[in-house]
């Protein structure tokens, strides 16, 4: 069965474009597209394509996978003026993901040389224009693309569509099954020690092995015990140290961020850390992610040793004692007459109704101003709870979240809860910091989207724009797997590897919060 949707950094950390992040992005939206030269004289009768009808014949080709909010889009081009013809087309592609919204200029005008052409519309299209690339490449770089080389493009699309209906998806790595089976079976049956050979095993591993060949480190197998381990962690109760780590390549295992009030957080570790060691045992190539984990946790009560590398620092000791991890999703208290605080650690399973339960409180103090939210640490969670509770704030129908899918666009809609609150009538300040992951990230992003009255105060958040769910299988393994890219609600800004950036930004007093000195909260209250 497949289980809710998950935008979460776990203690297993689980990015897919709805159109792929190709590396002609940067030069789509800047003067560095098509610095070649042409020197050759051009064709007085053929007609040049210039950017803005490069641009156009993208838009116009994926136009039914496009959203009217694609309109909320604000462009950051500085040569291109709101309202216009070009304005639009670029929002498009924007909301495609096809190009950046960065601060720059387009030149529109300009044109498009025959190689940059073929190049782009190989990676966007996914075709195979080779037969139709009759010049060499040293040629195509000589001169400009024109409309010919368009209804080259249109000819060779229209191909690949009737092929597709006429013989459907084609599976072109039969031969590379049939080894991976005739492996399986030649080991199976001729290893040496094929008599004490582990199936089971070999069979997780070569699992494994086909999750890591995505390329995608957010997509994971696990096997039964594993799995065990990564429910856990959701259910919000484990003993260990309590945080949330991620393997980012073989052997490099980082702490995303310590959960709130947990050991290791009490023990100084941070986001960003690096263990190298547990104990005697130096974390290695070989050592998958839950091996190391497994060397972590341990009986409440007990300690770990653990070697830790931090930024260009050498590897220093940090001694954890660990404990019962309960995650309590949130926390709420008034610190003064006007201010309410509330902590949310993770977007779990009830998370929502605690929430309301914290806003009705603020609802009936009439002398309550400013609200401030502190996600801090939150490594994300389920996106139905986080859709809900921007549904207590943002007017119904309006878009809290939308998610793209390879195949489609979904727009998640505020219900517009009555049990909400205008955040409108209150100063509103969020605490982020580089743990601010996925779900959290969108409460963020669309929060601001639609309040003009909120202020952001920390650090760059993590940048986790993907979106995950989970396969169970009746062995007691998992599957989680990327199957979209999400974006805010109203605007939709893609935050994936980028984060979201504070408006005050203030880096927490490491030495002052061992002492109980919050910085961070300490500017949240002053403001007014």
């Known amino acids: 069965m497949i289980k809710k949707v ?3 950094i776990s203690l297993c950390v689980y990015s897919f474009g709805y159109f792929p992040s190709y590396a002609l992005e940067d030069n789509l939206a800047s003067n560095t597209f098509d610095t070649t030269e042409i020197t050759i004289s051009q064709n007085k009768e053929t007609e040049n394509l210039t950017r803005q009808d490069f641009f156009e014949y993208i838009a116009q080709s994926f136009d039914k996978n496009i959203l009217p909010s694609y309109k909320y889009i604000k462009l950051h081009f500085l040569d291109v003026k709101e309202n216009s013809s070009l304005y639009d087309t670029l929002q498009k592609l924007v909301y495609l993901d ?18 940059s052409f073929y190049e782009y519309a190989k990676k966007i299209f ?9 010049d060499t490449t040293n040629d195509l770089k000589k001169r400009y693309a024109n409309k010919i080389d368009l209804e080259k493009l249109q000819e060779i699309i229209d191909n690949k569509i009737k092929k597709e209906e006429t013989f459907g998806d084609l599976d072109t790595n039969t031969k590379e099954k049939e080894i991976f089976l005739d492996v399986y ?11 004490t050979l582990d199936e089971k095993e070999m069979i997780y591993q070569a699992i494994e092995g086909l999750t890591k060949g995505t390329g995608d480190k957010f997509t994971n197998f696990f096997p039964p015990m594993e799995n065990q381990s990564f429910q856990d962690s959701l259910s919000g109760k484990y003993q260990g140290i309590g945080a949330y780590v991620d393997m980012e390549s073989p052997g490099i295992l980082k702490i995303i961020s310590p959960i709130p009030g947990s050991p290791a957080e009490k023990a100084g570790l941070k986001g960003g850390d690096i263990i190298a060691k547990v104990g005697e045992k130096e974390v290695t190539e070989k050592n998958s992610l839950y091996e190391v984990i497994s060397w972590i946790k341990g009986p409440a009560g007990t300690k770990v040793m653990l070697g830790v590398k931090r930024e260009e620092q050498e590897i220093f000791n940090v001694e954890v004692e660990r404990s019962e991890i309960i995650i309590k999703e949130v926390e709420a208290k008034k610190y003064n007459d006007t201010t309410y605080y509330i902590q949310i650690k993770q977007f779990g399973d009830n998370v929502f109704e605690e929430f309301k339960m914290i806003l009705n409180e603020i609802k009936e103090d009439k002398k309550i101003t400013k609200i401030i939210f502190d996600l801090r640490n939150n490594p994300g969670g389920y996106l139905d709870e986080v859709n809900d509770m921007l549904s207590l704030f943002i007017q119904k129908g309006d878009a809290v979240s939308v998610v793209k899918y390879t195949t489609l666009s979904l727009m998640n809609k505020s219900k517009g809860y009555e049990e909400g609150l205008d955040l409108s009538k209150y100063k509103i300040i969020i605490l982020q910091n580089s743990g601010t992951a996925s779900a959290s990230e969108i409460m963020v992003g669309t929060l601001k989207d639609y309040f003009e009255n909120i202020s952001i105060i920390g650090e ?69």
Do not use: C, M
């Open 185 to 195: 079976n030649t080991l199976k049956e001729n290893h040496f020690d094929k008599e």
């Open 460 to 528: 760059t958040s993590y940048g986790k724009g993907s979106v995950q769910t989970i396969k169970a299988y009746s062995d007691g393994s998992s599957l989680k797997f990327t199957v979209a890219k999400w974006f805010t609600g109203r605007t939709q800004i893609g935050i994936d590897g980028v984060g979201i950036k504070p408006d005050i930004e203030l880096k927490l007093d490491e030495e002052k919060y061992k002492k109980g000195i919050d910085n961070q909260l300490e500017k949240a209250l002053e403001i007014k």
């Open 126 to 134: 996914h075709i195979n224009i080779s037969n139709f690339e009759e």
């Open 98 to 115: 096809i190009i950046p919204n960065k601060e720059g200029k387009i030149y529109a005008d300009k044109n498009i040389s025959a190689y």
């Open 6 to 8: 998950l935008i979460f």
